[in-house]
Antibody, heavy 116, light 112 residues
Framework: EVQLLESGGGLVRPGGSLRLSCAASGFPFTTHAMNWVRQAPGKGLEWVSTISSTGSAAYYADSVKGRFTISRDNSKNTVDLQMNSLRAEDSALYYC?????????WGQGALVTVSS | DIVMTQTPLSSPVTLGQPASFSCRSSQSLVHSDGNTYLSWFQQRPGQPPRLLIYKISNRFSGVPDRFSGSGAGTDFTLKISRVEPEDVGVYYCMQGTQIPRTFGQGTKLEIK
């Protein structure tokens, strides 16, 4: 059974940093790209970032480029999202999702709140 | 960026009746590999999104056959043949052809 478990969410002040992690199991992690998608309260889905299966390529939404960094550890089956210079508009539920062109499995999400 | 536009934004449906959702992309979703990476997701209240349909018309594992997808190029449709109570939620389309990945704004399915 595929499982994606996000952790690391919390309350942070504007300008602060937070690191999210997604632990994956139930599938060959090293052969799949991974993604972060966020959803602000009461709003729709917004793609944030994608990392290739090997970690050699990473892609970002313009809204987070230069502030967020995606990485993965294929020895631990984890994918992380380092979020710096956080803004109020980054407040959202952050989902980890599997695969490159089709997001076939999603985690339950990690809540990030940016507020003073 | 490819803009995904969904209509309607809200769809009140009677139980047992069909429902239809439309999704239009600002440019063709045909990838250079020949595939069209258009997916549909269901998000029930308080739940993460769940993949229903991928590559226009392929039902994902465990998805009831009352859900079907169709379309080509820039115009796509998700249909529910007979709405059941557990279908309440928001339905999103997403294109996986080009980066950045983009989602439609969602259509909310409500029971009349």
């Amino acid at each position: 059974e595929v499982q994606l478990l996000e952790s690391g969410g919390g309350l942070v002040r504007p300008g602060g940093s937070l690191r999210l992690s997604c632990a994956a199991s139930g599938f060959p992690f090293t052969t799949h790209a991974m993604n972060w998608v966020r959803q602000a309260p009461g709003k729709g889905l917004e793609w944030v970032s994608t990392i290739s299966s090997t970690g050699s390529a990473a892609y970002y939404a313009d809204s987070v480029k230069g502030r967020f960094t995606i990485s993965r550890d294929n020895s631990k089956n984890t994918v992380d999202l380092q979020m710096n210079s956080l803004r109020a508009e980054d407040s959202a539920l952050y989902y980890c999702a599997k695969a490159f062109t089709v997001f076939d499995y999603w985690g339950q999400g990690a809540l990030v709140t940016v507020s003073s | 960026d490819i803009v995904m536009t969904q209509t309607p934004l809200s769809s009140p449906v009677t139980l047992g009746q069909p429902a239809s959702f439309s999704c239009r992309s600002s440019q063709s979703l045909v990838h250079s590999d020949g595939n069209t990476y258009l997916s549909w997701f269901q998000q029930r209240p308080g739940q993460p999104p769940r993949l229903l349909i991928y590559k226009i018309s392929n039902r994902f594992s465990g998805v009831p056959d009352r859900f079907s997808g169709s379309g080509a190029g820039t115009d796509f449709t998700l249909k529910i043949s007979r709405v059941e109570p557990e279908d309440v939620g928001v339905y999103y389309c997403m294109q996986g052809t080009q980066i950045p990945r983009t989602f439609g704004q969602g259509t909310k399915l409500e029971i009349k």
